[in-house]
């Protein structure tokens, strides 16, 4: 039986990645976590629905190269199953129009050892990116008896889990500054809530950042 996961750290020499994949990637609709991380004067700021086929096209090919460059180099590179991301989803506490993508494998999944856990994000639009690496995951379990595959709890994400009205056109770069320097940020306390490359790894000591979307719940989770 083969021996596939296993990283303490974030610099041993790499020997398998999880590359992502653009495939219909969408711009999700505005919801309480993502307004602060859209620029105010992004284009994608009050837009939503698929990307431009061209973006898509450009971002594969980008994903394609890095591939390359890492078997050149004798990495084994796994991929995710990308989701028809445009769809709407929902649980008994929230309705969101589309998803997101699986661009970004680094948020949704951590790896401690030979666990892989996959995190609880604060985006609605991602509550289900998870899935698109259960394939992985699956193969990873029937392969490697010494694989933990696990779930962080799910946070509920109800209109609790976010400030009201936290967002607001009108404030000026110096006061969003100044809001992010005093750690306020759109997530409550309520429940844990947190992505994976939030987290840093040295051993069995971690290193989490509070942020944008990364709550102190998450880190009394950790902790305990």
């Not at 990283?7 to 976590?33: F, T």
């Not at 936290?166 to 759109?186: C, H, W």
């Amino acid at each position: 039986m083969a021996k596939i996961v296993s990283s303490w750290n974030d610099w041993d020499p790499l020997k398998r990645v999880i590359v992502g994949r653009c495939d219909n990637s969408v711009i999700p609709p505005e919801e309480p976590a993502t307004s602060e991380k859209v620029p105010v004067d992004s284009e994608m700021r009050g837009m939503w629905g698929l990307r431009p086929s061209d973006t898509v096209a450009r971002g594969n090919e980008c994903l394609e190269n890095l591939v390359k460059i890492l078997e050149d180099r004798g990495v084994v590179v796994d991929r995710p199953t990308p989701l028809q991301w445009n769809q709407a989803i929902g649980t008994p506490d929230f309705r969101n129009d589309s998803m997101m993508t699986c661009m970004p494998p680094r948020d949704i999944l951590l790896t401690i050892g030979n666990e892989i856990m996959a995190a609880a994000n604060s985006f609605r639009c991602r509550y289900y990116e998870y899935l698109a690496y259960w394939p992985l995951m699956e193969e990873y379990f029937e392969q490697d008896p010494d694989f933990k595959w696990t779930q962080a709890p799910r946070p509920r994400l109800t209109d609790r889990s976010y400030k009201h009205n936290y967002y607001d056109e009108k404030i000026s770069l110096e006061e969003r500054l100044e809001r992010t320097a005093a750690k306020d940020f759109v997530t409550t306390e309520v429940e844990p809530m947190w992505d994976a490359a939030d987290v840093m790894r040295m051993g069995k000591d971690l290193f989490i950042q509070h942020g944008l979307t990364t709550n102190r719940a998450a880190m009394d989770w950790f902790q305990r």
